[in-house]
């Protein structure tokens, strides 16, 4: 199924609107005038037309209100927590869940299993939590964290930073060699390892056993490797 993309009506096609609407031209013809689907213009001139007697919709479209009330609607939409503040039997099923010491992630879980007719995923659930109208109900949280928990930027750990390969390094001198250390991967408790000596001009490898990673034990290895020469 190919994607829609919607753009959303600017200030001029809102002008547009407004004066074909005083000019009695019909929403058919304004549509196709701005070439835009008729329920665009319908849903517009509907939800931005002024109320002057209750919730009914009354009153002549003005534009200018309009480009208004979208910003106001656009900077709000995302409100934390807003599906929940308007579903009372929603947030009362939350609020006794997080009572009965459940999770975020429990509670949205089990509303799936359950096939509720309503439904918040865990995210939602926090971001209403962290939000003004949820803050209260925090402390039945297991960690009791009134405030979103910030997010550190990872760091990528090297073992060695700015490691040049043996494999690269230029040929030395006789006499110079490199040692390094090689310890199990399997968890055991013996403290056992090898220290491994490398000396490129000579192609020379020496090992030895050390009970103990301790400098003590690795330079002992050192010097016998190097008497045995």
């Given at each position: 199924?190919?994607?829609?993309?919607?753009?959303?009506?600017?200030?001029?096609?809102?002008?547009?609107?407004?004066?074909?609407?005083?000019?009695?031209?019909?929403?058919?013809?304004?549509?196709?005038?701005?070439?835009?689907?008729?329920?665009?213009?319908?849903?517009?001139?509907?939800?931005?037309?002024?109320?002057?007697?209750?919730?009914?919709?009354?009153?002549?479209?003005?534009?200018?209100?309009?480009?208004?009330k979208t910003v106001f609607r656009r900077k709000y939409s995302s409100f934390q927590g807003r599906k929940i503040l308007d579903n009372?039997?929603?947030?009362?099923?939350?609020?006794?869940?997080?009572?009965?010491s459940r999770s975020p992630d429990e509670i949205s879980g089990r509303m799936r299993l359950d096939k509720e007719k309503f439904f918040?995923?865990?995210?939602?659930?926090?971001?209403?939590?962290?939000?003004?109208?949820?803050?209260?109900?925090?402390?039945?949280?297991?960690?009791?964290?009134?405030?979103?928990?910030?997010?550190?930027?990872?760091?990528?750990?090297?073992?060695?930073?700015?490691?040049?390969?043996?494999?690269?390094?230029?040929?030395?001198?006789?006499?110079?060699?490199e040692g390094d250390t090689i310890v199990s991967g399997k968890r055991t408790r013996s403290k056992s390892s090898l220290v491994v000596?490398?000396?490129?001009?000579?192609?020379?490898?020496?090992?030895?056993?050390?009970?103990?990673?301790?400098?003590?034990?690795?330079?002992?290895?050192?010097?016998?490797?190097?008497?045995?020469?």
């Amino acid at each position: 199924m190919k994607k829609i993309n919607y753009k959303q009506l600017n200030q001029f096609e809102r002008d547009r609107i407004e004066v074909m609407l005083r000019g009695g031209i019909k929403q058919l013809e304004i549509s196709k005038a701005l070439k835009r689907n008729k329920g665009t213009i319908s849903r517009e001139i509907k939800r931005n037309k002024l109320k002057r007697d209750g919730n009914k919709v009354k009153g002549e479209y003005n534009s200018n209100l309009a480009q208004t009330k979208t910003v106001f609607r656009r900077k709000y939409s995302s409100f934390q927590g807003r599906k929940i503040l308007d579903n009372d039997e929603l947030r009362l099923y939350i609020i006794k869940n997080l009572k009965d010491s459940r999770s975020p992630d429990e509670i949205s879980g089990r509303m799936r299993l359950d096939k509720e007719k309503f439904f918040a995923s865990k995210n939602l659930i926090y971001r209403w939590l962290h939000s003004a109208s949820g803050q209260r109900y925090c402390k039945y949280l297991e960690s009791k964290r009134y405030i979103p928990k910030k997010r550190r930027k990872k760091i990528k750990k090297t073992l060695i930073p700015n490691r040049v390969g043996i494999e690269l390094r230029p040929r030395v001198d006789w006499g110079f060699c490199e040692g390094d250390t090689i310890v199990s991967g399997k968890r055991t408790r013996s403290k056992s390892s090898l220290v491994v000596t490398y000396q490129a001009k000579a192609k020379f490898v020496g090992i030895r056993k050390i009970s103990s990673l301790k400098p003590d034990y690795f330079n002992k290895a050192i010097l016998d490797i190097k008497k045995a020469k």
